[in-house]
């Protein structure tokens, strides 16, 4: 699982272009709602898979122009 949530976010801040705490705040914000929490990996871990890729497609049809 650990090696799936690093592969995840290489994706993401690959695509994005974002890293560090942005890409980090980010993430949790889409998919929490808030932007402090615990550890982004210990919130995945416990999250369906596709619930959260609805969360992130809904953070991006917010931000994408």
């Known amino acids: 699982l650990r090696n799936q949530y690093k592969e995840f976010m290489k994706r993401v801040q690959a695509l994005s272009g974002c890293k560090g705490r942005p890409l980090f705040m980010t993430i ?38």
Do not use: C, F, N, W
Not at 30 to 57: F, N, Q, V
């Open 28 to 65: 949790r914000a889409a998919l929490t709602g808030r932007t402090e929490g615990p550890e982004l990996e210990k919130i995945i871990a416990h999250m369906d898979k596709e619930i959260i890729m609805s969360r992130i497609e809904q953070a991006l049809r917010i931000v994408e122009p």
